[in-house]
């Protein structure tokens, strides 16, 4: 009876085997494993059956943790189960029980793992680990990233940085692309400018000519990662000077009155200390030479009297 259940137990797993994964049980239990804990069950396919508990919606849950702790999801379940196989006895009545007991255990402790995370708005990342589908899953974001705006003025420097707002693989290359003086994200309108693994792109001197769209495209493992986008405009340096003219020139065309609008009203221009001290001693200098002026023609009068008296 024990060499038919061995037998039963091996065909099973060769079954298991060949199928493909489509469930957490063959993706996170091992089949030596699964097999080395169904050896102390009483029913060895009542065993088997009992695993598809791993598929439950709660174990699905707590599974999907980030990718960098796959591995440790796998290790947690295997440590229980190594356990497991250590505190039961061979036909153990309370065997299932105690499997339940793993499956519980497991999702209180695998829930308390990193999460899985998309961080938007753009580039392809593996979110989080399936384990129904024994993967990771794609977020599912645009592999594009909005353009963001630049300006720099003419003859001055600038670098444009292509990096992700999420962690890239550790090997990646990165492809430099432009158009000239347009605002834009089709890729036909661009040209290579420069491959290889510097993630800046500088400009020692920025010209008319660098005005445009430049596109970075992140690569890994020969796929796209991310395409970063940046509409670079360069200012003339007489752009301020010909701001102020057609400011002054457009004043010079307003109405009388907008015109005065433009000034500050009258109680608001007060004279300067210079402008009075100069009205006051002007005003002192014109009363000096009146007062002078009477006093000279009061003595000519008094003079010409004089002269006409009888002696």
């Not at 091996?10 to 050896?39: I, N």
């Not at 290790?75 to 519980?104: G, I, N, S």
């Not at 493992?221 to 986008?229: D, F, G, L, Q, T």
């Not at 020139?249 to 009075?276: G, T």
């Amino acid at each position: 009876m024990y060499a038919l259940a061995l037998c039963f137990l091996f065909l099973r797993v060769l079954c298991d085997y060949h199928e493909p994964v489509a469930g957490c049980s063959q993706c996170l239990v091992e089949l030596t494993l699964k097999s080395t804990v169904c050896r102390k069950a009483k029913a060895v396919d009542v065993c088997f059956n009992k695993f598809d508990v791993f598929n439950s919606d709660e174990v699905v849950q707590a599974s999907k943790v980030a990718k960098t702790h796959v591995e440790e999801l796998k290790v947690l379940l295997k440590t229980k189960l190594d356990d497991l196989v250590q505190k039961t006895t061979h036909h153990d009545p309370q065997f299932l029980t105690k499997l339940q007991k793993v499956v519980d255990d497991f999702i209180a402790e695998a829930s308390k793992l990193p999460r899985g995370q998309c961080t938007p708005p753009c580039g392809f990342q593996d979110g989080m680990f399936n384990c129904i589908l024994c993967r990771l899953e794609p977020c599912g974001l645009p592999l594009d990233c909005p353009v963001n705006n630049k300006s720099v003025e003419e003859g001055k420097p600038i670098q444009l940085l292509c990096d992700a707002p999420f962690k890239l693989p550790p090997s990646t290359e990165n492809v430099w692309r432009f158009a000239d003086f347009v605002k834009t994200q089709e890729m036909e309108m661009f040209e290579d400018v420069v491959e290889g693994n510097d993630n800046l792109f500088a400009i020692s001197s920025a010209t008319k000519d660098h005005q445009g769209t430049y596109q970075c495209e992140i690569i890994a493992n020969k796929a796209s990662v991310v395409r970063i986008y940046y509409f670079l405009t360069v200012i003339s340096q007489n752009v301020k000077g010909h701001s102020e003219l057609e400011k002054i020139f457009e004043l010079s065309l307003l109405p009388e009155e907008n015109l005065h609008a433009e000034s500050p009203p009258p109680s608001q221009q007060l004279p300067s200390i210079v402008l009075i001290s100069f009205c006051f001693t002007s005003l002192l200098l014109l009363f000096s030479l009146t007062l002078g002026a009477i006093i000279l023609w009061n003595s000519s009068g008094i003079e010409h009297t004089t002269q006409k008296e009888p002696l």
